[in-house]
């Protein structure tokens, strides 16, 4: 009772201290020009997940796009309180989460638009029983199986705090020292209010570490003049090996450092590799102009000259726009 007392206490102390902080600095928030769209939940994307649990007797599945961490060793998975599946969790105080891949993504959307209770949803997915015994979908590229170790209730959601008993991944989402690699695996998003899946995008540089080894930066959107371009270059030779040391040096500074390069895709004849096709494609005709202009193409250019033995540019129109390359930096 004491204790309670002391941090109902202690909680009005720092709420009075809040409100007079408040007080005391009038909102100038209007000067950085963002607007105040309301009291809006914004950490989305999130990853796509679907969730399964034994709910009397039978396997069900629900995909669930509230999921989030707690700490280093906990998760937590939030769903409606209407749902089917939650009585099933409740009673045996498991659950499986289920990464959604691009492939399962169309019966990850079903089984989240009927209910378990009206449709019997066990065979939607193939499935083997994890060693927790809860059942994990074999076509999810990384599963955790979960013991729910505490409910945290909110208006309308049961909020199941869970620990990781087991983690399951296959082997093409690991890298060659066993552990996790997003880039390959690649899951789905969920964002709300819109309702949307999003892919995941690019590494854009290593943590703790950016200054160090930085990823691509953050690319600016292909305007009306922005160029795209085929650029055809046979190499002698004797200079192939040196050439390529070049080219690949270029080709990553630009795409780490320059926002207005958007894609530099190099290929090599599998007959013939002296010869060599780049995709090149450039926000803007004045991000090109800077691309041309930098000390790493300028080096490049200069370095290159006596090695280049024919070099043939065309510019090209994408036949669907709608299509994009993403590159991919490590």
């Known amino acids: 009772m004491k204790r309670n007392l002391f941090a109902a206490l202690l909680l009005s102390g720092l709420l009075s201290c809040g409100t007079?902080?408040?007080e005391g600095h009038p909102s100038n928030i209007e000067e950085t020009g963002k607007q105040n769209i309301g009291s809006v939940v914004a950490l989305y994307p999130k990853p796509m997940t679907v969730v399964g649990a034994e709910v009397d007797g039978k396997v069900n599945w629900l995909?669930?796009?509230?999921?989030?961490?707690?700490?280093?060793d906990r998760i937590f998975v939030s769903m409606s309180k209407s749902h089917y599946t939650n009585q099933g969790i409740r009673e045996s105080r498991k659950l499986s989460v289920n990464i959604v891949s691009r492939e399962m993504l169309p019966q990850a959307d079903y089984v989240g638009?009927?209910?378990g209770a009206s449709a019997d949803k066990s065979k939607v997915f193939e499935y083997h029983w994890g060693e927790n015994g809860t059942p994990v979908i074999d076509a999810s590229p990384l599963a955790m199986e979960c013991d729910v170790v505490d409910i945290y209730e909110t208006d309308g959601?049961?909020?199941?705090v869970c620990s990781v008993?087991?983690?399951?991944?296959?082997?093409e989402v690991l890298d060659s020292k066993g552990k996790l690699d997003y880039a390959r695996l690649k899951p789905v998003l969920f964002e709300f209010p819109g309702y949307s899946y999003l892919a995941t995008g690019e590494i854009i540089g290593k943590c703790l570490n950016l200054d160090k080894q930085p990823g691509m930066c953050a690319k600016h959107q292909m305007a009306a003049d922005g160029i795209v371009r085929m650029s055809k270059i046979e190499v002698y030779p004797q200079y192939l090996d040196e050439y390529m040391k070049y080219a690949t040096e270029v080709g990553e500074t630009s795409l780490r450092t320059e926002p207005g390069v958007l894609t530099m895709y190099a290929v090599g004849e599998k007959e013939n590799p002296c010869k060599i096709t780049i995709l090149e494609t450039y926000a803007s005709r004045e991000a090109y102009d800077k691309h041309v202009a930098?000390?790493?193409f300028q080096k490049y250019k200069q370095g290159t000259l006596h090695m280049v033995k024919s070099l043939e540019l065309t510019d090209q129109t994408p036949?669907?726009?709608?299509?994009?390359?993403?590159?991919?930096?490590?």
Request: hydrophobic share 40%; proline share 2%; charged share 10%.
């Open 20 to 22: 007079a902080e408040r």
């Open 63 to 72: 995909v669930v796009g509230h999921t989030g961490i707690i700490g280093h």
């Open 113 to 115: 638009s009927v209910s």
């Open 157 to 160: 959601f049961d909020n199941f």
């Open 165 to 171: 008993a087991n983690t399951y991944a296959a082997p």
């Open 294 to 296: 930098s000390a790493h």
């Open 319 to 330: 036949l669907n726009t709608a299509n994009r390359i993403n590159n991919f930096m490590e």
